[in-house]
């Protein structure tokens, strides 16, 4: 490690400890960045420290609640201190609690789920773009429920469409500084976050048209590509990567059905 189209750069990951996060953070050390593993889970955060180290790579692993304003300023002060001005921003904690329609949505499910994704990516985007060099990056991870939405899940969909609204503006407001900021919006990957939808429902991935559920890499491949200097023109885009499971609508499927092929 050391060596790669990421050498000398800082990259701070949240919710690094599990799933696309730890696959993020793991990739963008193999390609040479020294990583800042946020995790709320500080053990899970220093094992994948652990793993960065294990491949020569460098790391740190601080605690943070990314929904709380002043652990995200001091996580990032620290992470200055002892690693340096953060080059790559990739804002990944998240969570599903609340599996409700409207009328029975837990007001304090509907807040948590704002505050985590909304709010942890807004506090540490403002934490870190006023030192934020020429050439950085910040990728927020959505989802295809935020461009689609999701029955059972109205409070995820909205925080997830509302980080779309906050990456196109970001990137506006950046530009000028030479600094992109995209948003990634993942189908199924499994993770421990689908872990109950795919024990419930282990042949969905049929629905999938890759025939497969996605990986946590699958994610983190396009991550380390929109965090390297190859990038620089792509700037404010969701990029939906799901297997093609959004254009399976009902007419497609049918279509496909015509084909013989479903
Ligand atoms: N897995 C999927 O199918 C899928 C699909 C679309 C989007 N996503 C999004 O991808 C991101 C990563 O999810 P995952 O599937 O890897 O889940 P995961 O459960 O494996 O990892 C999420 C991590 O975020 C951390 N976290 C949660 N709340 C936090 C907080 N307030 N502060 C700090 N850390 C916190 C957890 O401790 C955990 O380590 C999430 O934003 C999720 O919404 C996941």
């Known amino acids: 490690m050391g060596q790669g189209k990421l050498s000398g750069r800082v990259a701070l990951v949240t919710g690094a400890a599990s799933g696309i996060g730890r696959a993020v953070a793991l990739q963008l050390a193999q390609e040479g960045a020294i990583v800042s593993i946020i995790d709320m889970n500080l053990e899970g955060a220093r094992a994948v420290a652990r793993e960065v180290e294990s491949l020569n790579g460098k790391a740190l692993a601080i605690q943070c609640d990314v929904s709380v304003e002043e652990q995200v300023n001091q996580t990032v002060k620290e992470t200055a201190e002892k690693l340096?001005?953060?080059?790559?921003?990739?804002n990944c904690a998240g969570m599903f609690v609340?599996?409700?329609?409207?009328?029975d949505m837990v007001t304090v499910d509907w807040l948590r789920t704002l505050d985590v994704h909304c709010g942890g990516t807004f506090f540490f985007s403002r934490a870190v773009v006023g030192s934020?060099?020429?050439?950085g990056r910040i990728i927020n991870i959505s989802s295809v429920d935020g461009v689609q939405g999701q029955v059972l899940g109205i409070h995820?969909?909205?925080?997830?469409?509302?980080?779309?609204?906050f990456t196109k503006t970001l990137a506006l407001e950046v530009a000028d500084k030479g600094i992109t900021a995209n948003a990634i919006a993942p189908g199924v990957?499994?993770?421990?976050?689908?872990?109950?939808?795919?024990?419930?429902?282990?042949?969905?991935?049929?629905?999938?048209?890759?025939?497969?559920?996605?990986?946590?890499?699958?994610?983190a491949e396009l991550a380390t590509f929109l965090a390297s200097p190859g990038a620089s023109y792509l700037t404010g885009q969701t990029i939906v990567v799901d297997g093609g499971l959004t254009l399976a609508n009902p007419v497609n499927q049918f279509a496909l059905e015509v084909m013989g092929q479903s």
């Open 84 to 90: 340096g001005n953060v080059d790559i921003l990739v």
């Open 156 to 165: 995820y969909a909205a925080a997830k469409a509302a980080v779309i609204g």
């Open 98 to 103: 609340g599996n409700n329609s409207l009328v």
């Open 189 to 219: 990957i499994r993770t421990p976050m689908s872990q109950l939808l795919i024990e419930i429902s282990p042949d969905f991935y049929k629905k999938i048209p890759a025939d497969r559920f996605g990986e946590p890499e699958d994610i």
């Open 132 to 135: 934020m060099k020429e050439g």
